[in-house]
C-alpha cells in the first residue's frame, strides 16, 4: 500500500495504523507536477493508494487557486485514473468546504455541492 503524504495530520494518523506501508512525500512524489505521478506510480506498483496529501492553506489559496487546483484536483484525478486503469483501490479525502455552508441539516456524501471558496472549488 502506498501512503502519499506523511508529515501531516492524516499522514500521521495512517503511519501509527499501517506502519509497514510505503510512505512518499512531496520530495519524491510532488503532487503540483502532476504530469510526473504516472511514471513514478508505474515504478513502485503499488496495490493501492491512500492520499493523504492536499494543498490545506484554506485563505492561501484564493490567491493560489491554480497551485491548489493541481495538488488537490489534478493530481488527484492522475493518481484515481492510474489506480482505475492498474485495477487497484484509491482512497482520497475531501473537505466540508465543498459545501455552502448554509443549510440547516448536517450534510451527508451525496449532498449538492457548492463552495464558496477556491479551496472549495
Ligand atoms: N485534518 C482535518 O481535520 C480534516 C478535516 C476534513 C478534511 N480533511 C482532508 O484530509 C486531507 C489531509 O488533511 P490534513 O489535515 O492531514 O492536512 P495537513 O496536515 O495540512 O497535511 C497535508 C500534507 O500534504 C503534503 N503536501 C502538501 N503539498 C504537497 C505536494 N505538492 N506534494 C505532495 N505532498 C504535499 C504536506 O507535506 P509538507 O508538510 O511536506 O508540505 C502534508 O504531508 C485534506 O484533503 C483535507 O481536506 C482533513
Do not use: H, K
Not at 490545506?56 to 490567491?63: G, K, L
Not at 491554480?66 to 489534478?74: D, K, P, R, V, Y
Not at 483501490?89 to 443549510?103: C, L
Amino acid at each position: 500500500m502506498l501512503i502519499v503524504g506523511t508529515s501531516g495530520q492524516l499522514g500521521t494518523a495512517y503511519r501509527a495504523l499501517l506502519p509497514d506501508a510505503r510512505y512518499i512525500d512531496v520530495d519524491e512524489f510532488d503532487l503540483s507536477r502532476p504530469g510526473d505521478l504516472p511514471a513514478i506510480l508505474d515504478t513502485l506498483a503499488p496495490d493501492g493508494i491512500i492520499n493523504c496529501a492536499a494543498y490545506t492553506a484554506v485563505d492561501r489559496a484564493e490567491e493560489d487557486e491554480t497551485l491548489a487546483t493541481l495538488i488537490n484536483g489534478e493530481s488527484v484525478g492522475v493518481m484515481a485514473g492510474w489506480a482505475g486503469a492498474a485495477g487497484v483501490p484509491f482512497v482520497t479525502y475531501s473537505t466540508d468546504y465543498v459545501f455552502p455552508g448554509d443549510g440547516s441539516e448536517p450534510y451527508v456524501e451525496s449532498s449538492p455541492t457548492d463552495p464558496v471558496n477556491a479551496y472549495g472549488r
